[in-house]
T-cell receptor
Framework: DAKTTQPNSMESNEEEPVHLPCNHSTISGTDYIHWYRQLPSQGPEYVIHGLTSNVNNRMASLAIAEDRKSSTLILHRATLRDAAVYYCILNQRGSSNTGKLIFGQGTTLQVKP | DTGVSQDPRHKITKRGQNVTFRCDPISEHNRLYWYRQTLGQGPEFLTYFQNEAQLEKSRLLSDRFSAERPKGSFSTLEIQRTEQGDSAMYLC????????FGQGTRLTVV
């Protein structure tokens, strides 16, 4: 499985944008980039995923580099409820096993009021 | 609530006892997954069902662990002869195209 690299921790101020980076230099052409987050004492929660083009949803935006070797999860206005561990995960396109996820240690995001 | 449901939320057991956890997936999801998460680490995949068939098991799933999904709906994870190293959060997920996780069962073996 291709690996991802994320910073261990990041800090943000409330109501400011947050850019969470992820490096995946060994990504293959069939890998989707998924982001999940885990709030304290909760199970992981799906945030967003993409293949090549940038993606937006109500939670966040995903910016994917042209060579696909890195991506950035963007929270447009951080709130205190966004404090969580954010995981960047590669998942094979067309796989029937879409729930088998290989988690790294993720980025712990702290949001300061 | 139509999300993934796990029961119990917390379990404390003595070393050597057997424990069983239950997971009720989202009803239309045919795939169900079990994960284990220890403090400070990301979740680790344990096993996967498609309908009632157990299709994959991780090497982490020792002989003391067994999972079932008898009718392709709910699933159980049993740990026999628990050890202190089994203390962890056990997470269940179900999926069609993306995974939805339950809140987990926190196991403490004393």
């Amino acid at each position: 499985d291709a690996k991802t690299t994320q910073p261990n921790s990041m800090e943000s101020n409330e109501e400011e944008p947050v850019h969470l980076p992820c490096n995946h230099s060994t990504i293959s052409g069939t890998d989707y980039i998924h982001w999940y987050r885990q709030l304290p004492s909760q199970g992981p929660e799906y945030v967003i995923h993409g293949l090549t083009s940038n993606v937006n949803n109500r939670m966040a935006s995903l910016a994917i580099a042209e060579d696909r070797k890195s991506s950035t999860l963007i929270l447009h206005r951080a709130t205190l409820r966004d404090a969580a561990v954010y995981y960047c995960i590669l998942n094979q396109r067309g796989s029937s096993n879409t729930g088998k996820l290989i988690f790294g240690q993720g980025t712990t995001l702290q949001v300061k009021p | 609530d139509t999300g993934v449901s796990q029961d119990p939320r917390h379990k404390i057991t003595k070393r050597g006892q057997n424990v069983t956890f239950r997971c009720d997936p989202i009803s239309e999801h045919n795939r169900l997954y079990w994960y284990r998460q220890t403090l400070g680490q990301g979740p680790e995949f344990l096993t996967y069902f498609q309908n009632e068939a157990q299709l994959e098991k991780s090497r982490l799933l020792s002989d003391r662990f067994s999972a079932e999904r008898p009718k392709g709906s709910f699933s159980t994870l049993e740990i026999q002869r628990t050890e202190q190293g089994d203390s962890a959060m056990y997470l269940c997920a179900s999926s069609l195209d993306k995974a939805f996780f339950g809140q987990g069962t926190r196991l403490t073996v004393v």
